[in-house]
């Protein structure tokens, strides 16, 4: 435990070096670089506590080297000299721009890479009719060019308006974003297009042969994982039996449970239209055997309703994968006594308690067996589901990337998504607390302690103004509820009508 908490905290210790690097390229997520980089102890820890010894040099270097390429080859865009949107900012004086003088902006002083003329601000200015959205300033900045004003008619009208106006006058120019922010008053931000043209990005014979490498190489990791974990009171039999032939079970489960949420949010992209990389698992030679796939958009959002059914897609596929290989995982699965040792993340005397859901499908796929003194030995597929289900309800948090956070945030917008994040962080560091002091398990109170640093806010949509319907408000009530459920523990008088 010691040495994974070192591990995650290193972790999050690197995560806010990358946040905070002016160089880095925007090109691929803070999140991908940072477990590129923690590859090699993620490694060394995992082959340690799996086989109880140090790997080798044979493992250690290529490891090494292979972090050390794939960071580079995803943050190449910085290595070849290309400016990103963050060093564009650096330039002080620009910032410094006062939006209220009146001086005529010359070209030169626009901070934006696409410079606007005296002749181009007075068509951008007309973009704007009175009656859709009054015009107020026009504010330069590095990032772009803000125009602040009052919205005076249904914001997706309003939208469609200017963004229609604008590409007739500047054609492909700009990005048009009309955000709110944590103010009442929505803006429209123009943002330089650097691609000047068609946005299409098709995938090589390349993408699609790492894309079968990488599947083949998770279905053997995770196979060899399944084969150590299947033991003679699973298999009935202590005969050498092949990995590909004893470990199926489990891949399949680990496999079908990680790759369920970006399956679910390649189907509401294709739905919308949207532009999306392939889907590339990722392999470790060590527990679990695969740690999830990947999967890129390369279109920008164009409102938050595409940005709530990517999060509802993701969120309840995974759930309903995961429930499904956890119930053929727990029929499978034999019941011991409860004891000091069993927790969470004890496999072999697990206690299913400290989720509402769990315990309900624990006690609809067990019945009678699981009583108020017992607790379960884990099956290897419901060790793969039970890992799926843990990542699923971390995946539901309210946060930043995670789909609970693109459900909150376009279901309640950008202010609403950093209240509701807060008030969970509170909820969960008084859970952890309170569960630490009764029983003396800090798991929970460690697992709140690290989502602190978690953000809150999540990314814009281009059209963050205009709200979803009503019939996607119920549905992300009814998820957000299912989240309430897995994080609610079991106890009290619940836990004797559950008979638990």
Known sequence: MDSWLAIILSGMFVYWLLARDPRRSNRTSTWVLMLV?????LFTVGFLQVYKKLPSYYWIVPIWLGSAGLYWWLNRPLLKGKPSQATESENPDRSEESPESKTPVQPKQVASLQQISNE???????????????????????QGIVCRGKLRANAEDAYQTVTQNIQEHFENRFFVLFQSGFSDRPFFVLVPNMGQGSNVKKNRPLHYMLMVSSGILAWACACQMGAYLMEPKFTGSTAAIPAAAQGWPYALTLLGTLSARDVGRWLAARYHQ?????????????FPGSCGTLMQLRDPLPHRRVLFDLGLCGGAVSLFASLVGLWWGLHLSPVVALSKTSGILNFQSCDP?????LTIVSKLALGQKLGPDIAISLHPVAVAAYLGFLLTAINLLPFKRFDGGN????MYGVRGSVIIGQVTKTLLLILGFVQYRFSGQNGSLIFAILLTFFPTVSDPTLNDVAEIDGRRDIMGFVLLAIAVLIFMPVGGQMASWLGV
């Open 37 to 41: 980089l923690m590859l090699p102890p």
């Open 120 to 142: 181009e601000e007075v068509q951008l200015r007309e973009c704007f009719p009175w009656a859709v959205y009054f015009l107020d300033s026009i504010e330069y900045r590095a």
């Open 274 to 286: 949207l532009q999306t990389g392939l889907l590339y698992f990722i392999p470790l030679p060590f």
């Open 353 to 357: 308690r400290f989720s509402l859901l």
């Open 407 to 410: 459900i909150v945030h376009a």
